[in-house]
């Protein structure tokens, strides 16, 4: 069997774009794979398509065959859009693998650990401030509205949600997030007495919806600098937040902060590749590692995983993509032992089922394993192209 050709390709997912790599081969298996350009990774597409060249003509089977030449092409600039690219590449080579030998790809690691994935909502709350008109959902504009929020996660059977901080704006709330948007706080994203309320009245605000057996984080991405991280992490510090998730690319900023905070600490989305990983690990940075298998690949994340668990530390999957990578995802999350639970959105486009043949499913707060083989996900290749991207959006 021989890569015979690729495309990629793109439809409108609302305030975003979702992005796939078709494979196909000379015996007419076709392979798919999600990736994310929409947001932090512009060029990637291009990226992709350069690093095919070479994959065309190899054997779809021999995967880190393909890993090693792709890494050699991308040895000066190791990591970042590269990275990405060699991400998308392997899991649709590994989506032809399994198809080709009828198994689901984590049979192709050892099998299943388990096959009900506990997950949690996450961007609760946060898409419906932003984007309610787009989810046609009523508007969140007050913590009052999050309470109700956290009341239907309640409902709907979940265990545990994810939100950000709703910063008190006069009579509403508004996303605070520097990190990415110019506006509030940026580009010094310090911290002040105001914003650290507005992160606890937003979990107090969950808490009285969802309950108190309910499992709450609090994601603060790049929003702050070490100074603003540990004030902000001792105000929620009595909340028993599940853990507060927040990125910085400094390990010794990181365990800082792991030492101070009164709960878990989790990050690791934006690291790629174990070299990444290694100093965190080593420096004993975080409680719960995020590894972005869409990012890193699936067979790169599983080695992260494999370092992680050398260290005690437990991981879980980044995942606010569309069905597709929530069926890599979830492959990953069985195939490890130290799996702790699994992001997804709950909240998207009204047609984002459209473009899978069966969307996932998900029972009592657990994501069901897919069974079929390579990720068990169809994807539905005219309805991706029935919905092009209306413009290359930039937020999430």
Known sequence: MKVKAFETLQCDAGWRIFSFLKIETDVGITGWSEFNESFGSPGLRGAIETLMQPVIGMDPH??????????????????????????????????IKGKDL???????????????????????????????????????????????VGAEVRAKG???????????????????????????????????RHIARSAVKTIE??????GEEMGIMLDLNFHFRTEGFRWV????????????ELDIHDANAL????????????????????????????KDAMDVAIVDVIWNGFNESLKIAAMADAYDINVAP????????????????????????????????????EYVMAPPVIENGDFLLPKG????????????????????????
């Open 205 to 210: 605000a969950f808490r009285a919806g969802a």
């Open 62 to 95: 021999q995967i880190e065959l393909v890993n090693a030449v792709l890494g050699s092409r991308s040895v000066q600039s190791r990591g970042g859009i590269a990275r990405q690219a060699i991400g998308a590449i392997e899991n649709a080579l590994l989506d």
């Open 102 to 148: 009828g198994v689901p790809v984590y049979q192709l690691f050892g099998g299943a650990l388990r096959d009900r994935l506990p997950v949690y909502w996450s961007h609760c709350g946060s898409y419906r401030l932003r984007n309610p008109d787009i989810l046609g959902v009523k508007p969140v504009r007050t913590y009052d509205d999050l309470a109700e």
């Open 318 to 353: 980044h995942n606010f993509y569309g069905h597709l990578a929530s069926a890599i995802s979830a492959h990953f999350s069985a195939a490890v032992p130290n799996f702790r639970i699994m992001e997804t959105d709950i909240d998207s486009v009204p047609w984002r089922d």
């Open 233 to 244: 992490g001792d105000a929620l510090g009595d909340l028993d937040l599940t853990w507060l």
């Open 255 to 282: 365990a800082l902060l792991r030492r101070d905070l009164r709960c878990p600490l989790a990050s690791g989305e934006t690291l790629l590749e174990r070299r990444d990983f290694k100093p965190y690990f080593e």
């Open 158 to 192: 979940f265990r545990a949600l994810k939100t950000n901080t709703a910063l008190e704006v006069g009579d509403h709330v508004e996303q605070y997030r520097p990190g990415f948007l110019v506006g509030r706080g940026f580009p010094e994203r310090n911290w002040d």
């Open 373 to 396: 083989p390579g990720w068990g996900i169809e994807v539905n290749e005219a309805a991706i192209r029935a919905r092009p991207p209306k413009t290359l959006r930039t937020t999430v």
